[in-house]
């Protein structure tokens, strides 16, 4: 399969720990993309990278989320001192560039889960 | 700021019914427009697009006109299946924003044979 995958797709852990996301895109994407999607909404931007530099970042980012994208390929998504309200699917997408049979679609992984007890 | 507004669910139609979900937005100047559809243990897929007023999405059957007056972007299709059986999301772009996208909070359909 050459989509956008996530890894866990499913974490647990009790309030206070630290959580960390893998994203890997579709290969030859160079933007990456981070949103969260909690129960009964739609998915909410949270950061973006074009190849290894973090471009912009939401509000909702809070201090003890950081995201990195180390050599343009894979990311991480990390949450420190997890809280209650980090409980969410957190979704991971990748697009090229227009151009070279790229039409600017944004490609979803399926998600990571966390329920923080 | 950017918003989208869609309507609430569950839909539940018998197969071959008519569909319509409603989405109108909120935005600054002219915004793309999309329809994503999750299927049951799967990730977004985008359903279709339109890019500028007047223009009309589609695919596999579903359509929707993007109608600057009316601000609105509803999806319609003639003859829903059970396997269309998923939770719509109508999300809007606005120029030079890289691909960030707002999303409405999803319509869910359910359709019984």
């Known amino acids: 399969d050459t989509g956008v995958s996530q890894d866990p797709r499913h974490k647990i852990t009790k309030r206070g720990q630290n959580v960390t996301f893998r994203c890997d895109p579709i290969?030859?994407?160079?933007?990456l993309y981070w949103y969260r999607q909690t129960l009964g909404q739609g998915p909410e931007f949270l950061t973006y990278?074009?190849?290894?530099?973090?471009?912009?970042k939401s509000r909702l980012l809070s201090d003890r989320f950081s995201a990195e994208r180390p050599k343009g390929s894979f990311s991480t998504l990390e949450i420190q001192r997890t809280e209650q309200g980090d409980s969410a699917m957190y979704l991971c997408?990748?697009?090229?560039?227009?151009?070279?049979?790229?039409?600017?679609?944004?490609?979803f992984g399926e998600g990571s889960r966390l329920t923080v007890l | 700021g950017n918003s989208v507004t869609q309507m609430e669910g569950p839909v539940t139609l018998s197969e071959e019914a008519f569909l319509t979900i409603n989405c109108t937005y909120t935005?600054?100047?002219?915004?793309?427009l999309f329809w994503y559809v999750q299927y049951p243990g799967e990730g977004l897929q985008l359903l279709l697009k339109?890019?500028?007023?007047?223009d009309k999405g589609s695919n596999k059957g579903f359509e929707a006109t993007y109608r600057k007056e009316t601000t609105s972007f509803h999806l319609e299709k003639g003859s829903v299946q059970v396997s269309d059986s998923a939770v719509y999301f109508c999300?809007?772009?606005?120029?030079?924003?890289?691909?960030?996208?707002?999303f409405g909070t999803g319509t869910r359909l359910q359709v019984t044979l």
């Open positions: 997408a990748s697009r090229g560039d227009r151009g070279s049979g790229n039409t600017g679609e944004l490609f």
């Open positions: 290969s030859e994407h160079n933007r």
């Open positions: 990278f074009q190849n290894e530099a973090q471009l912009e």
């Open positions: 935005a600054t100047g002219y915004p793309s």
């Open positions: 339109a890019t500028k007023a007047d």
């Open positions: 999300a809007l772009k606005n120029t030079g924003t890289a691909s960030k996208l707002t």
